[in-house]
């Protein structure tokens, strides 16, 4: 034991609480949420230490091979929720249309309303996930793509631009289990633009 690896880097909550809340979702739902985002960073810490200790001991037990696989929930779920309450502000910043994201999507949907009315379409899926727009870092083209859970259909090397969760805990408390669609409009106000346009970059 005394030679092994050094433990794995422990992942921090985020330092967000909205003790205001937003306009337009309760401080509830949020507060409720948030705590679901330590969950994930919880168990990504604990899996990660776990698997960790198990490879580096040479216990390659049948429940290791399921840790491993239930990383991709967790850690994918950790990072989708810090993006998505990243990029959620009372004083958002407005689209810069001289912003290279801002020009991608007038080039790919002819504009900023076509845009949006693809990417609510893509949030509105049935499924439980996010509904995510994405950037492939090796052209800068644009994608929409639904994560089922927070690590199914991900387009392997996609980067993450705007991620809004759409799983029922993000909105059926202020707009009811049928209310997505109202969730989503909703968010849309709330939305940093220069938050997303720097995951975008240049
Ligand atoms: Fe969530």
Sequence with gaps: ?????????????????????????????????????????????????VVRAAETEGRFSLELKEYRRRLGF??????????????????????????????????????FEAWWKAFADTCTMPGIGWGTLLKDPTNGELAHAFLEDHQNGVPVGMEVVLALDVWEHAYATDFRPTGRGKYVEAVRPLIDWRFVEAAYGR
Excluded: C
């Design 1 to 49: 034991m005394g030679n092994l690896p050094g433990a794995p880097m422990a992942y921090t909550y985020l330092d967000l609480t909205f003790p205001e809340g937003l306009p337009g979702l309760s401080k509830e739902l949020l507060a409720d949420h948030l705590a679901l985002h330590r969950g994930y960073v919880d168990r990504t810490n604990k899996l990660l230490e």
């Design 74 to 111: 967790e850690f994918s779920g950790m990072r989708l929720h810090e993006s998505y309450f990243r990029m959620l502000s009372a004083t958002p910043g407005a689209p810069d249309p001289t912003h290279p994201l801002q020009k991608r999507i007038a080039t790919q949907w002819g504009s």
